[in-house]
């Protein structure tokens, strides 16, 4: 997943909204979100075929958590797959107990990444570069890409924090729709990878979803394939069928003042 928009505990009856793009090459088999077993409980997450791992997922705990990949010059395949990491985050019972795990991790062990995780209180991203680096993220908009988190030097991360504060500043019911355009964008010119929604030969964007979780109540939306070409699908029941009333419980936090 190359794009990942987060309105935490920024919004009226949501202490999180998501929206991410998934970015793999087209012939990488995955599945989409169902309710699955996760190390600790029931999880619902996407899968990816190839190595088992998954690049989101939320557990009953309201522990939700993410990843995208960062650049490296060389990729070593006999390192553990980072979409395992997305499950080990999600055994953990609050944000803050999964980035004190992940903080802890060896160095050496994983190609580069970042992994966000938040829940009705909290939110980290984890920035991996040989080893872990975690830190707290304040209540806002967060945009997690390729770079590292929030990095306005980089002009696709800068565009969608921009165009993320303006939905998150809207009203609520338009902030569903509002990420789904941002997800759907074409903005790149001569550079497909600068756009949100990516096409580029056997390369792109493979699926787009969007989900709440807060005190309106659950939404999960999923679209199987580029979003500007597909359309977005509702799992919301998957959410239910969690069992929690975590998804729906946490204050959240007053829009903040223009």
Sequence with gaps: ????????????????????????????????????????????????RRAGGTWWGVNADGVFAALTNRPTRELDATRRSRGQ??????????????????????????????????????????????GPHAQALEPGVQVIGN??????????????????????????????????????GHEAGDDPLASTCVHRGGYGTLSSTLLRLGPDGPLLQHADGPPCANPYEDFTPLLFQLGSDALAAGETAARKAS
């Design 1 to 48: 997943m190359c794009t990942l928009v987060a309105l935490h505990r920024c919004t009226p009856g949501a202490f999180l909204w998501i929206a991410a793009n998934r970015d793999e090459y087209l012939d990488r088999a995955s599945e989409g979100p169902a309710l699955r077993h996760g190390r600790a409980g029931a999880i619902v997450a996407p899968l990816d």
């Design 85 to 130: 990491l997305v499950l080990d985050a999600l055994a953990a019972p609050t944000a803050r107990a999964a980035a004190t795990s992940l903080a802890g991790l060896g160095r050496d062990l994983y190609n580069p990444f970042n992994l966000f995780v938040a829940d009705a209180r909290e939110a980290y991203a984890v920035v991996y570069e040989d």
């Design 147 to 184: 770079a590292d988190p929030n990095a306005r030097e980089v002009a696709k991360i800068a565009r969608t924090l921009d165009r993320a504060e303006l939905v998150a500043a809207g009203p609520p019911e338009r902030i569903a729709d509002g990420l789904a355009e941002i997800c759907r």
